[in-house]
């Protein structure tokens, strides 16, 4: 049985938030061992704010990339059939050759950092035509100015946003912007039994 994605609690838990959802899209509510759950939450939410509160900050690019080879390892162990790819830099954009895209278009999930008011993470999971399915774990009801990106609540499974592509390419610290380059990084998630490879799919591979 699978789960609706959720939001986040705080002003702050947007990634451990991002990747439970991600791991809530892909694998059934039974598959999922408490020990992910909990060490999802263990290394995130590890940045200090300028006052010095823990977590006040959100999670670091460090312990994304570390929960990365973490669930990776957690994979090999038989327990969960999950694996992952860290990305950071130039190889994180949205494109006909972008490593997300083809994780989306083979069943897996991207959680991304990008920015909303400010650093931010989101999980995609999926493409239709030249945009963007998108769960945001902020939530909002409302519309935005940008008429060209949809607020749904009807797919709590999936989606809460549809954003054209064009958005995520942007340098600037524009809404859903990716950022510059050296800011840039994503988590690419896949349940391993039901991720489409050339040796699944005939049409994947053509």
Request: proline residues 5%; charged residues 25%; negative net charge.
């Amino acid at each position: 049985m699978k789960n609706p994605l959720h939001y986040q609690l705080s002003e702050y838990d947007c990634g451990p938030t991002a990747v439970l959802d991600a791991i809530s899209y892909l694998f059934e509510r039974e598959e999922i061992p408490p020990e992910v759950i909990r060490n999802v939450m263990l290394y995130c939410l590890d940045c200090y704010s300028v006052e010095g509160v823990p977590g006040k900050s959100g999670t670091s690019t460090a312990a994304m990339m570390f929960l990365c080879n973490w669930l990776n390892g957690f994979g090999r162990t038989g327990r969960l059939d999950i694996s992952g790819r860290y990305l950071s830099g130039q190889s994180v954009y949205i494109g006909q050759e972008s490593y997300i895209n083809d994780a989306l278009k083979r069943g897996g999930a991207a959680v991304v950092r990008l920015f909303y008011d400010e650093a931010h993470y989101v999980v995609l999971t999926g493409i239709r035509e030249d945009k963007i399915l998108m769960f945001d774990p902020y939530y909002r009801a409302e519309p935005f100015d940008q008429k060209d990106i949809q607020v749904l609540l009807d797919q709590p499974f999936r989606y809460n946003r549809i954003v054209p592509e064009s958005y995520f390419n942007k340098e600037t610290y524009e809404i859903y912007a990716l950022g510059p380059y050296d800011m840039r990084e994503a988590v690419l998630l896949f349940n391993c039994r039901t991720m489409v490879t050339p040796e699944k799919s005939i049409e994947y591979f053509i």
